[in-house]
């Protein structure tokens, strides 16, 4: 079953640091996101991405942030300058063009650790 | 926004049928319903939808009804490995298509 992979599995970085977060969607899959659970507490969206651009992104998505599909089959999200309190793991999920928009797949997460 | 509700806990043992449910008192009439399931270090996993009455997979069934303002989440016979934490989600449109909104969902702990 073909399935979304993320790389690294777990990133430690330090405060003011760049991070980039690497993404395989499923191969024909449109639909991109980024979401993240600070250790302990809930998913959070953070964007969503269509057609080569930002579809919607949450207030935590600020300029700190930024995502790329640099190619084919690569999404990436890029933080620009580290804080703290961006450590946390980060899915990466992806959905097909024509299916039920709540049946996402999510990757296994990267571990973010800003020291 | 529709805002869910479910119990922050629950313990069960292997070999039992597991409810949760989930209130969702300001679903709209075009919200799905649907349930995820997260294992530690491990990004969700989408278990069943539904939009009113019954729904049945393999894994799980979901019962859901008239008035929707709730739903609940049945496991039948749960092992070890279904320890997890389940999130209830109600659709939210946007654009013509969602992003997903969790809330702290249902901590499983099945035992021996």
């Known amino acids: 079953e073909p399935e979304v992979t993320q790389t690294p599995s777990h990133q430690v970085t330090q405060m003011g640091q760049e991070v980039i977060l690497r993404c395989v969607p499923i191969s024909n899959h449109l639909y991109f996101y980024w979401y993240r659970q600070i250790l302990g507490q809930k998913v959070e969206f953070l964007v969503s991405?269509?057609?080569?651009?930002?579809?919607?992104k949450s207030e935590i998505f600020d300029d700190q942030f930024s995502v790329e599909r640099p190619d084919g089959s690569n999404f990436t999200l890029k933080i620009r300058s580290t804080k703290l309190e961006d450590s946390a793991m980060y899915f990466c999920?992806?959905?097909?063009?024509?299916?039920?928009?709540?049946?996402?797949?999510f990757g296994p997460g990267t571990r973010l650790t800003v020291l | 926004l529709a805002k869910t509700t479910q119990p922050i806990s629950m313990d069960s043992y292997e070999g039992q049928e597991v409810n949760i449910t989930c209130s969702h008192n300001?679903?709209?009439?075009?919200?799905?319903i649907t349930w995820y399931q997260q294992f530690p270090s491990q990004g969700p996993r989408f278990i069943i939808q539904g939009y009113k009455t019954k729904v049945t997979n393999e894994v799980a069934s979901l019962f859901i009804p008239a008035d929707r303002k709730s739903s609940t989440l049945s496991l039948p016979r749960v092992s070890l490995s279904d320890t997890a934490v389940y999130y209830c989600l109600v659709s939210i449109m946007n654009t013509g298509f969602q992003k997903l909104v969790f809330g702290t969902g249902t901590r499983l702990l099945v035992s021996p």
């Open positions: 991405f269509y057609n080569n651009e930002i579809s919607e």
């Open positions: 999920a992806s959905l097909p063009a024509g299916a039920s928009t709540d049946t996402q797949y």
């Open positions: 300001n679903i709209a009439t075009n919200d799905y």
